[in-house]
């Protein structure tokens, strides 16, 4: 078995899945090429790696679904955003975020959208209305 062959039987070689021939040329592959050898034992690390750590997280996972989330202490996230505005807020001496509408604590802001939005459709209104009047001649 050539080197690539082999390599490309790594996976195989791991899970145990070679045949009893292929398992033989693999060994005397192996054991014939100390570079192969030392790819072959990398690969088997990072493979044993990932897999205990998938194992980790399966565990982790199941452990959780068992407790349910009345058995943990679960604590609810803090709003960073407000705490973040307020900060850029002071630091920019009210240049940014001065009168708080993005941050929800504007009184009257709502208000104001509303107006400012009638007011818009009020003008396009009579901006059609006064677009299909048509003047007659003396």
């Not at 592959?29 to 990398?42: H, K, M, P, Q, V």
């Not at 452990?63 to 807020?89: C, F, H, M, W, Y």
Request: glycine share 8%; hydrophobic share 40%.
């Amino acid at each position: 078995m050539s080197a690539e062959e082999a390599r490309d039987r790594f996976g195989d070689a791991i899970e145990g899945t070679l045949s009893t021939t292929e398992q033989r040329a693999f060994d005397a592959a192996i054991t014939g090429d100390a570079e192969l050898r030392e790819e072959y034992e990398s690969y088997c690390a990072i493979v044993n790696g990932v897999g205990s750590a998938v194992v980790r997280i399966a565990g982790a996972h199941e452990e959780a679904i068992a407790t349910g989330p009345e058995d943990r202490n679960v604590e609810e996230a803090p709003s960073l955003v407000l705490k973040v505005q307020e900060r850029i807020r002071k630091r920019s001496k009210g240049r940014y975020f001065r009168d708080r509408f993005s941050s929800g604590e504007a009184k009257g802001s709502g208000l104001t959208v509303m107006l400012l939005t009638a007011s818009l459709l009020i003008v396009i209104a009579v901006w059609l209305m006064l677009d299909n009047v048509e003047l007659l001649a003396p």
